[in-house]
């Protein structure tokens, strides 16, 4: 069973970085200008699974955005929604930042002929702590924006949530039924 859920999530991760055209580590290493916002993937610069573990279940503010309709969101919760994603977008960019930076040190201290392990560990850590920060930066905004919603709508809200994880097992089952094909 393990096993089975830890090749769905490369799955679904390997398909998330097909989809935006580059794998997570390129896209922090390489900077390419636009590529987070364009596909509002911004958990996409960490390795730790935020897709399949935890905004499945929690999609957030830029999420609830795009349902305020089915979600019958009142003016003051889209304006509450919009200053948790802006939020959210500014703490993200400058993680992303962070991890950038990271890798660009931690490339160049590897190129060395003889470089030393001290600076190399300390790389990988600063690399590990800017991905650790993506993972956990976005947590309180994608808690805050299912709060700023009412009992009615938190009920639309799961069953809508519901639906978006059926549609994302339906995908990945459909993924790991083509894998299975090329063995």
Do not use: C
């Not at 808690?143 to 938190?154: E, F, I, S, T």
């Amino acid at each position: 069973m393990f096993k089975t859920i830890m090749k769905t999530t490369v799955m679904a991760m390997a398909l998330a970085a097909f989809a935006a055209g580059l794998n997570p580590a390129q896209a922090a290493m390489h900077g390419r200008p636009g590529t987070m916002a364009r596909r509002g993937m911004y958990f996409m610069h960490h390795s730790l699974g935020f897709s399949f573990i935890f905004f499945r279940f929690h999609p957030g503010p830029h999420w609830d955005l795009m349902h305020t309709a089915a979600l019958h969101l009142t003016p003051q919760q889209v304006a509450e929604e919009k200053h948790l994603a802006m939020g959210m977008m500014m703490e993200t960019s400058r993680g992303v930042r962070q991890l950038k930076a990271a890798y660009r040190n931690y490339r160049k201290a590897a190129r060395a002929p003889n470089p030393s392990i001290r600076a190399l560990v300390g790389d990988v850590m600063a690399v590990g702590r800017a991905e650790t920060y993506l993972g956990y930066v976005m947590i309180p905004f994608h808690l805050k924006g299912y709060r700023v919603l009412d009992p009615a709508q938190q009920a639309i809200y799961q069953r809508l949530a519901q639906k978006m994880r059926m549609h994302m097992m339906h995908m990945m089952h459909g993924m790991h039924g083509m894998h299975g094909m090329h063995r």
